[in-house]
């Protein structure tokens, strides 16, 4: 193949995963008509379409969508092999994407990130906060946060953070003229703010367990959000009962502004987890990652 070609394939790449000429042309440095001929000059070789153009959007056709995973994939290996090359450097370097919750980014992964890149310039991280369980091969992450027991199974995961514990919140004056709820299933009889979950496309069903059983209530109220910042802003001005993580509700708590509810009922689950590719060979800039960001119980 002709460095021509695999440049023109580069560039299709990166509009694909924009899904814009716009954000893709800044992304490679080049301007937008260069990379929209480039683009053009590539279906006129392959003689079809591979992309979909609106006037507000770009989206892959078929046969662009398959180009896609088979590029994804081979470009992350090569650009695997091109960072390993940072081992004959003096200090490590390397550009990392890492995608994660907002709540994983806020509590474990920035803390830990913003004392070390202080010492290692040379290392560009990008983090890109998003609730939705995204591919990270197709998507070229190179690793991703979510919970333990969301990892997908043929991808090396390492633990960052302990054990998560949601709990039910609410701000005092929910139970001015009632009483609180006794069990988890009185919860389908009091205001909850919901929270939207991208990947499955509905609400989050509340998790419970107490005793060896387990089960889920899925709540109705006036509000609901993607993210839980909104939902604890929520809760804090009385609009609901709120299933949130423990550790951002602790000072309101202590403070009094608000209460937790059916603590008995509610469980651990596993903690974050820093997960990537098993075929990934980590450099020493991602092992140096991997070690700052590792939980010590």
Not at 22 to 27: L, N
Not at 70 to 99: M, Y
Request: charged share 25%; glycine share 6%.
């Amino acid at each position: 193949m002709r460095r021509e070609e695999l440049g023109d394939l580069t560039a299709f790449l990166t509009v694909a995963e924009e899904r814009s000429f716009t954000r893709a042309a800044a992304r490679l440095g080049t301007s937008q008509s260069a990379l929209s001929y480039t683009v053009r000059r590539l279906e006129a070789r392959l003689g079809m379409r591979l992309l979909t153009r609106t006037t507000r959007s770009v989206a892959p056709t078929q046969a662009g969508e398959r180009l896609l995973g088979a590029l994804g994939p081979a470009i992350g290996d090569i650009e695997a092999v091109v960072a390993a090359l940072s081992e004959f450097r003096d200090k490590p370097a390397g550009s990392f994407r890492i995608t994660a919750g907002q709540h994983a980014i806020d509590t474990v992964l920035w803390p830990v990130l913003s004392r070390l890149l202080k010492d290692y310039p040379d290392i560009k991280v990008e983090l890109n906060a998003e609730s939705a369980l995204t591919d990270i091969v197709t998507e070229r992450f190179d690793a991703g946060v979510r919970l333990g027991e969301q990892v997908e199974k043929d991808m090396i995961a390492v633990r960052i953070a302990p054990d998560a514990h949601m709990i039910v919140v609410a701000a005092p004056s929910c139970f001015e003229t009632r009483a609180r709820p006794a069990t988890p299933r009185d919860l389908t009889h009091y205001r909850c703010i919901n929270l939207r979950l991208p990947t499955y496309g509905g609400f989050y069903a509340w998790e419970f367990a107490k005793d060896g059983e387990e089960f889920r209530v899925r709540v109705d109220g006036q509000l609901a959000f993607n993210g839980v910042p909104q939902i604890l802003a929520a809760a804090l001005d009385g609009y609901g009962l709120a299933f949130v993580p423990e550790d951002v509700c602790t000072k309101p708590i202590a403070e009094g502004r608000l209460v937790q509810l059916l603590a008995d009922w509610c469980p651990r689950f596993p903690g974050y987890h820093l997960y990537y590719p098993s075929r990934r060979q980590p450099t020493p800039a991602f092992t140096l990652i991997l070690d700052a960001l590792r939980y010590r119980s």
